[in-house]
């Protein structure tokens, strides 16, 4: 390749596809780092308010626990002193020497709350409730001495209470409303007030420690949700950038190309760089393409007489075109012998000129007409089906009505034509035989007409092709 045709290619430079494509991979493979990361710790805030929950919940469920216990203690003194039985001063027992939910719950608190507004609210929670129970021994003394128990059968901490006298002194009766009064008067109720009071001051306690922690985590969440959105938002934009310059770039233009190539011309130089470069080669091959054409044509494959394509041209298309979508129209003059006969062979050479004049006016520039014998002409219609039917059978009307003119002082003549269309499976030689077979069925109705090949009934076909071989 001469260096005039190198700077010729490289003088419009486009947009490389494959610099294009290695910068969106980059900018893709960067923003898809920085969302696997967002994602990953938008997990590690998600799991840390996760805990943070689980963690106030579990506190909160540990405070419930001192608060059910004591409310328990008290409703078992409170029944024992109603009824006198001892299944509740057991179960009073049972529930603050060897359950003890509430030096448990306090215990396990302590472990991760020391020093904290909850945790002391929570042991001055307990520390009342202990005090209580002071009272509450008190009033299971005066039942225990009113239903005549033997004291011995009470655990030490009921034995070890002392009554006063004033108290000694009471009959059973009297023992027993006072035991009742102790548990249930205004003064217990205040004490179990003042136990809830700061049993609420240890959840208000929790709950702002929980919202100070939440608060800041979810902050951190937030930024990071904000942070993918964002970054889902560009890798969308990239994407369609992406779609959006490959379809400018390459899909168009070649869509446009395909285009020029079936209609064979030139290819429009626009797109990428490398479309571009491709184009530009095309062309110069095009034009090569076109140069060579026209030397053959008028050189080798053009008849001397007429000017159209001759047999050897013919023969050319024959082999190197795609009939898939083609008409083959095989044509001859009819009792041309005659008029050579009668005239001569200069006018009939004339006559000849003037049908190849009058079918190449009727024809496309496109289309490709020749000059396959003495009087047999050929033409090949491009981009033409069954629907153009009518279209033909009018041109070659048109054809006879002008060869049928004699200002020109040459004797009337006529053509009969026969018309087969391409398709798939179909070989050129089935084409040019069913062409025939279509000619030979108006010669042998005397001629001046045009027959199509899938216009013709089975015997029309049979006869015409023993005709033709006969």
């Known amino acids: 390749m001469s260096d005039d045709t190198l700077k010729k290619l490289n003088s419009t430079r486009g947009v490389s596809m494959q610099k294009l494509n290695l910068v969106m991979a980059v900018v893709t493979l960067v923003i898809s780092v920085l969302l696997l990361f967002a994602v990953y710790r938008t997990g590690i805030g998600y799991h840390s308010m996760r805990d943070t929950t689980d963690r106030y919940i579990d506190k909160q469920q540990r405070a419930f626990e001192l608060q059910i216990s004591s409310d328990y203690l008290t409703e078992q003194v409170r029944c024992f002193t109603v009824t006198g039985e001892r299944v509740y001063l057991d179960n009073y027992f049972e529930e603050a020497k060897v359950t003890r939910r509430r030096d448990k719950a306090l215990e396990a608190l302590s472990e991760d709350m020391a020093d904290s507004e909850a945790y002391n609210n929570l042991t001055a929670a307990m520390e009342k409730s202990v005090t209580l129970m002071d009272r509450e021994y008190y009033a299971m003394r005066l ?23 004033a108290a ?11 035991a009742r009064a102790m548990v249930f008067d205004d003064n217990y109720h205040a004490q179990k007030q003042a136990i809830s009071d700061s049993m609420q001051k240890c959840l208000n306690a929790l709950v702002e420690e929980t919202d100070r922690e939440m608060g800041g985590a979810t902050d951190d969440l937030h930024k990071l949700i904000k942070t993918e959105q964002w970054l889902i938002i560009i890798m969308i934009i990239v994407v369609l950038s992406i779609v959006l310059l490959t379809f400018l770039l390459v899909i168009s233009p ?10 064979d011309q030139p290819l429009p130089v626009r797109g990428s760089y490398e479309f571009r470069f491709l184009a530009k080669t095309y062309n110069l091959m095009y034009e090569a393409n076109r140069e060579s054409k026209e030397q053959l044509a008028y050189e080798a494959t053009h008849d001397q007489l007429t000017k159209l394509y001759n047999r050897s041209g013919f023969e050319f298309l024959r082999k190197n075109m795609d009939f898939d979508n083609a008409a083959l129209l095989l044509f001859d003059v009819d009792k041309f012998k005659r008029v050579n006969d009668s005239n001569g062979h200069d006018i009939g050479d004339e006559v000849l000129v003037k049908v190849a004049d009058v079918v190449r006016g009727a024809f496309r520039s496109g289309d490709y007409i ?6 047999e002409f050929a033409a090949i219609m491009i981009a033409a089906g069954r629907s153009n039917i009518p279209l033909i059978r009018g ?4 054809i006879n009505k002008l060869l049928a003119n004699t200002d020109d002082g040459l004797p009337t003549v006529s053509i009969s034509c026969g018309v087969a269309f391409g398709g798939a499976g179909l070989d050129i030689r089935d084409i040019y035989r069913q062409a025939d077979v279509a000619l030979y069925s108006v010669k042998n109705a005397d001629g001046r007409g ?9 015997d029309k076909r049979t006869v015409a092709a023993i005709d033709e071989e006969g």
């Open 143 to 165: 039942t225990v001495d009113a239903f005549g128990y033997d004291l011995a059968d009470f655990p030490a901490e009921v034995q070890s209470v002392v009554l006063d006298a």
């Open 168 to 178: 000694q002194a009471l009959p059973p009766e009297e023992k027993e409303a006072l």
């Open 254 to 263: 070649l869509l446009r190309a395909v285009i020029k190539v079936r209609a």
């Open 370 to 375: 020749c000059r396959i014998g003495g009087d």
């Open 395 to 398: 041109k070659i009307n048109y």
């Open 450 to 458: 045009c027959s199509f090949f899938e216009e013709l009934d089975a």
